[in-house]
């Protein structure tokens, strides 16, 4: 607790601050040096992995390289909260985007395959966060967080408002998706399997709609936020965003510079974790992110298996709706298999839908535990 003398030095300082203005510009540095640095390395390692032909590369690129960079050493950081909070905010836009009218009428079409999706879902998020308290000790909610299969922008936004262990969840969830963002592509193309058709470049929001939604975000996450509701502005983002595109109210998608600036941010900021990681926090962290990448995939290629023998559906198509990977990479992996890219895109929406609600629900309840 701070005591009265320590009230009374600390208004003399900042009245010293104020007279001479160096230790105010000085703070002012030292606030911004670590985050700065921090995106610069992530800027570099967008760069890296795009000219490579990484998938996502605006992602996974600044994750790899903050990520060893504060393994070697250096001190990187994460950008103060209302740059975290805009940051946010693009990302919930981002993902809101994807929910339209086709999607939900396409979803109406497979009630036997969304059921079994579900079920996948709920058998990763029973199974998985079990073993992880039993042999990894993790509290429930990080363990839970930890096996989130999927929608990593928002299980980090998430892990940002409750008692969890941070590092790990984004160790955890860093490795999940490194594996399945890099191998999956790599074993399609293994196949042999060239694409069929090039996707189409979707246009991007006008300007003033794009900024009407943007202030709309940030004052439903500010509400959100009140209410002491997670990652209240991804969600307060990704509300505006889906009513926005469902009622027809607003078409194309955000701005490309912006969801670039936003991925690296994210990228830099899952990175930014390992900062003074040592290396047995490390090779725990990375057993941890092993089992739940392989045992989600497990899992849900057992209930592809079993709605491939329900429905005769091609087993393919299933697995690569239910993989517990991302949205952009699926996608683009059924044009290639010359797969309807509706059904595959229709079921990775529908996953991110049902984590929105099933991961607040078993977050909120550890915090009453």
Same mark, same amino acid.
């Given at each position: 607790?701070?005591? +009265? ?6 208004? +003399? ?14 703070? @002012? ?23 490579? !032909? ?13 990520? %060893?960079?504060?393994? $070697?050493? /250096? ?43 579900? $079920? ?25 967080? !930890? ?17 969890? +262990? ?119 962290? %990375?057993? @941890? ?7 989600? /995939? ?47 895109? !229709?079921?990775? /929406? ?12 078993? /977050? ?6």
């Amino acid at each position: 607790m701070i005591d +009265d003398a320590g009230i009374v030095a600390g208004y +003399d300082g900042a009245i010293a601050s104020l007279q001479t203005g160096q230790e105010w510009n000085w703070m @002012a540095t030292e606030t911004w040096r670590g985050p700065l640095i921090t995106f610069a390395i992530a800027a570099l390692g967008a760069v890296l992995t795009f000219a490579l !032909s990484f998938p996502a590369p605006f992602l996974t690129g600044p994750a790899i390289a903050v990520t %060893l960079a504060g393994l $070697a050493g /250096v001190k990187t950081a994460a950008p103060p909260q209302r740059a975290r909070d805009a940051v946010f905010i693009i990302l919930g836009l981002t993902i809101g985007q994807g929910v339209t009218p086709e999607v939900f009428e396409a979803m109406r079409t497979w009630p036997v395959t969304l059921a079994a999706l579900a $079920a996948s879902l709920f058998a990763i998020i029973w199974i998985t966060p079990a073993i992880l308290v039993r042999f990894w000790s993790m509290d429930a909610t990080t363990a839970f967080l !930890s096996s989130s299969p999927g929608h990593l922008s928002y299980v980090l936004g998430l892990s940002e408002g409750v008692k969890a +262990d941070l590092r790990t969840v984004s160790i955890v969830q860093s490795i999940r998706v490194l594996a399945l963002t890099l191998l999956v592509p790599v074993a399609v193309t293994l196949t042999g399997q060239v694409p069929q058709q090039v996707l189409e470049i979707p246009a991007e929001t006008a300007p003033v709609p794009l900024a009407v939604m943007i202030v709309a975000a940030a004052c439903a996450g500010y509400l959100l936020a009140r209410l002491r509701l997670p990652a209240a502005y991804l969600i307060g983002g990704m509300l505006v965003s889906v009513v926005a595109h469902v009622t027809g109210l607003v078409s194309g998608v955000m701005s490309y510079w912006l969801a670039a600036v936003a991925f690296v941010s994210l990228g830099g900021l899952i990175g930014s974790r390992f900062s003074g990681v040592t290396w047995p926090q490390l090779r725990r962290a %990375l057993g @941890a992110g092993v089992l739940v990448t392989v045992l989600s /995939v497990a899992l849900a290629a057992v209930f592809a298996v079993i709605t491939h023998w329900i429905t005769g559906m091609e087993l393919i198509a299933i697995l690569i709706a239910f993989a517990p990977g991302g949205l952009e990479t699926m996608a683009a992996m059924s044009v290639i298999l010359g797969i309807d890219p509706t059904f595959v895109a !229709s079921h990775h /929406v529908a996953r991110l839908l049902m984590l929105t609600a099933i991961v607040p629900f078993f /977050v909120l309840r550890g915090r009453r535990n």
